[in-house]
Nanobody, 121 residues
Framework: VQLVESGGGLVQAGGSLRLSCVAS????????VGWFRQTPGKEREGVAC????????YYADSVKGRFTISSDATKNTVALEMNNLKPEDTAVYYC???????????????WGQGTQVTVSS
């Protein structure tokens, strides 16, 4: 499994960013794909997960209504559209594979190298 992210950067609060990920080594029928994020000193947090097999999407409560996940199985890409960004969204964002939603949170098995998103106030 290989996951390569792009699209991070610096944005002002209230702005938007789009993250992209190119996946290889599996199909989207085998694994659900998604995004996690992590800030220094905090546990990695599942942000969103999209399952082609279940025809379902899952979001962390903190991003519902602001972030949208999408995937293209023909191109093996997954994207995260982030709107109305807040300073607390600042983190390293990781593309993930084999994600699932259980117990009110998102879990996953594979991660990319990450891309930094910084939201200034």
């Amino acid at each position: 499994v290989q996951l390569v992210e792009s699209g991070g950067g610096l944005v002002q609060a209230g702005g938007s960013l789009r993250l992209s990920c190119v996946a290889s080594g599996f199909t989207f029928d085998e694994y659900a794909v998604g995004w996690f994020r992590q800030t220094p000193g905090k546990e990695r947090e599942g942000v969103a997960c999209i399952s082609r097999r279940e025809d379902a999407t899952y979001y962390a409560d903190s991003v519902k209504g602001r972030f949208t996940i999408s995937s293209d199985a023909t191109k093996n890409t997954v994207a995260l559209e982030m709107n109305n960004l807040k300073p607390e969204d600042t983190a390293v964002y990781y593309c993930t594979a084999d994600c699932s939603f259980l117990g009110g949170r998102i879990w996953s098995g594979y991660w990319g190298q990450g891309t930094q998103v910084t939201v200034s106030s």
